[in-house]
């Protein structure tokens, strides 16, 4: 039987049943994405300028796929 902390209990439920307040759900990812694609097609660092939505992407696989499809359509298109 592993002795769990009341704390470190506390928060392993926090981060199953909410999100972090600094998390940023799929609608806010997807208002600063063409902000984001803008900036890595200029050759900034996008991930340290936005990285709430950096931080999204990782976890979210349908931004990222949304993500790539705007980058490669705006490569195209340069
Ligand atoms: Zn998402």
Not at 19 to 29: F, K, M, S, W, Y
Not at 46 to 64: F, K
Request: aromatic share 6%; net charge negative; proline share 4%.
């Amino acid at each position: 039987m592993i002795n769990l902390e009341p704390q470190t209990l506390k928060r392993m439920v926090r981060n199953v049943f909410s999100t972090r307040p600094d998390e940023i759900g799929c609608d806010e990812c997807f208002e600063q994405l063409d902000r984001f694609v803008e900036m890595t097609l200029a050759g900034k660092n996008a991930a340290e300028a936005m990285p709430l939505v950096q931080d999204h992407m990782a976890r979210c696989r349908e931004c990222r796929e949304e993500f790539e499809a705007l980058l490669q359509a705006l490569r195209t298109l340069a």
